[in-house]
């Protein structure tokens, strides 16, 4: 083993996609209805929704500890990990990625950690570029330096379906709420360049979001070539269909690199009903000649 790849389960990577392309995945911590849980380990996304609706308050995530991460790391190098490049939510919205660094600092491994200034689905496409990289021989130090060069065009969107969570969250105002709600507005979301989610447009209903969605897309390929879209939702399977659907009748060519449902931590700002996708370009990743 060259080099190991770790992640944090906010890229909502599954366990088969962990095992097949090779990276490791570490939980944070989820309190819901007065349980906590390793996310993804010791609860599912979808077990999750189930709490997340049947609690009165709303879930609380936490970063994995500095031992955490230094087991992780111990464990890797004894199975022969020369380095290691963990790539993480978005330091403005967790503290994971001080954690790892703290863990770093004393463990014998060197360990590259990685702000993806991003989270879900945007996460964990430059997770698969780190791991493409280094099946096509990369060092660790050239892949570390392409995932910090691609953080600026690994773009996430997402839309919610309801806007309780948002309200519950103190995020928006009741009087916001029900004026969006009357018109069925919904707000749609993206990451700045330091990954601070913030509202980038607004449509009129899911299909409203699914043409815009639609758009940007176009936008982006025009500029940027083919992209690879890694979908996203939260119990919103349907919504995901409509949208490849709309993707294909727009004659827009792109890469499917699978699905995912959004995981705790995006799941308690968001609601049910969302629907969103990571972008990121084909051109940045690895090709034969």
Do not use: W
């Not at 077990?47 to 955490?68: G, R, V, W």
């Not at 060069?149 to 969250?169: K, M, P, S, V, W």
């Amino acid at each position: 083993m060259s080099f190991a790849i770790v992640v944090d389960s906010v890229a909502d990577l599954s366990e088969e996609e962990c095992a097949r392309f090779g990276i490791t995945s570490v939980p944070l911590s989820v309190e819901v209805g007065g349980e906590t849980f390793k996310d993804q380990a010791e609860i599912s996304s979808e077990e999750f929704y189930d709490k997340m609706i049947a609690s009165d308050t709303l879930p609380k995530s936490s970063q994995p500890s500095p031992s955490e991460f230094m087991d992780i790391y111990n464990a890797l190098a004894s199975e022969g990990a020369d380095e290691i490049i963990a790539i993480h939510i978005a330091a403005v919205l967790s503290g994971t990625s001080e954690s790892s660094n703290l863990a770093a600092n004393q463990v014998e491994v060197p360990v590259e950690v990685i702000d993806s200034f991003n989270a879900c689905s945007g996460q964990g496409l430059l997770a698969l570029l780190a791991c493409e990289m280094r099946d096509a021989g990369a060092s660790a130090q050239e892949c570390a330096q392409a995932i910090k060069d691609a953080r600026a065009h690994a773009r996430f969107f997402i839309a919610c379906g309801t806007l309780d969570n948002l309200l519950a969250g103190g995020r928006l105002s009741a009087e916001e709420v029900d004026a969006a709600t009357l018109l069925d507005i919904k707000p749609m979301m993206s990451f700045d360049e330091r990954g601070v989610l913030k509202a980038f447009d607004k449509a009129k209903g899911m299909n409203g979001v699914i043409k815009k969605y639609v758009e940007k897309l176009k936008e982006i390929t025009e500029d940027e070539g083919i992209q690879r879209v890694r979908f996203c939702h939260t119990r919103n399977e349907k919504g995901v269909e409509k949208l490849k659907r709309a993707l294909e009748q727009a004659g827009i060519d792109y890469i499917d690199c699978g699905t995912c449902s959004c995981g705790a931590t995006v799941s308690t700002h968001l609601g049910m009903g969302a629907l969103g996708m990571g972008v990121i370009p084909d051109s940045l990743f690895p090709h034969k000649e």
